[in-house]
């Protein structure tokens, strides 16, 4: 069983829809990384959490410490929202390491 | 600002050959950490370094290794290249020096390629 699970891996949806994606991990954490991956590679940092809630424009990420679990919103969806969306653990103490999840590929079709 | 830098951005090596590849990390960024990208292994970790110093290591064999100089400036180098090393290599920097993990932020990558 991979430390970092995420669902759904495929997600396709209309321009407008609001949009979740979903991150479960096993292991006790420092930090868990949201990113986003455009085609050709280019990674981006979206949020850092450590507890609670952040939003940034139509973006929110929320982390549940006691239950293992991450969610990434996107409000108002946008064609250029269309990315692969990764999330990542750094573990506690010792190696520090982060432990990637496998991705989710969302595609929002105008 | 300008932000992290990769070199080479694509390279084509034989097998057994060695690479070095190069990151650039945002200025006053003195943590700088490395990752490996395929498609079927999806996004792992290297390792990462701090003021010349390694302070996390992935499971990788140890053909692979790394450097982090003193204007933290890091290098990654792969010996005996194996067809299986062809991949994206990326590399992040951070502003972190202790305590909390801080945000990364991410170069453009160098596309390995090993025939």
């Known amino acids: 069983k991979n430390e970092v699970e995420q669902s759904p891996q495929n997600l396709t949806a209309q321009e407008g829809e609001f949009i979740t994606i979903n991150c479960s991990y096993s292991?006790?954490?420092?930090?868990l990384h949201w990113l986003q991956q455009h085609p050709g590679g280019g990674i981006v940092s979206l949020f850092m959490?450590?507890?609670g809630k952040k939003k940034h424009g139509r973006l929110i990420a929320t982390i549940n410490i006691q239950e293992k679990h991450s969610s990434l919103h996107i409000t108002a969806s946008h064609p250029r929202d269309s990315a692969v969306y990764i999330c990542a653990v750094r573990e506690y103490f010792g190696n520090e390491k982060l432990t990637f999840g496998t991705g989710t590929r969302l595609t929002i079709i105008p | 600002k300008a932000g992290v830098t990769q070199t080479p951005r694509y390279l084509i090596k034989t097998r057994g050959q060695q690479v070095t590849l190069s990151c650039s990390p945002i200025s006053g960024h003195r943590s700088v950490s490395w990752y490996q990208q395929t498609p079927g292994q999806g996004l792992q970790f290297l390792f990462e370094y701090f003021s010349e110093t390694q302070r996390n290591k992935g499971n990788f064999p140890g053909r692979f290794s790394g450097r982090q100089f003193s204007n933290s400036r890091s290098e990654m180098n792969v010996s005996t290249l194996e067809l299986g090393d062809s991949a994206l290599y990326l590399c992040?920097?951070?502003?972190?020096?202790?305590?909390?993990?801080?945000?990364?932020?991410f170069g453009e990558g160098s596309r390995l390629t090993v025939l």
């Open positions: 959490l450590s507890s």
């Open positions: 292991v006790g954490i420092s930090a």
């Open positions: 992040a920097s951070s502003s972190w020096t202790g305590g909390n993990t801080g945000e990364l932020f």
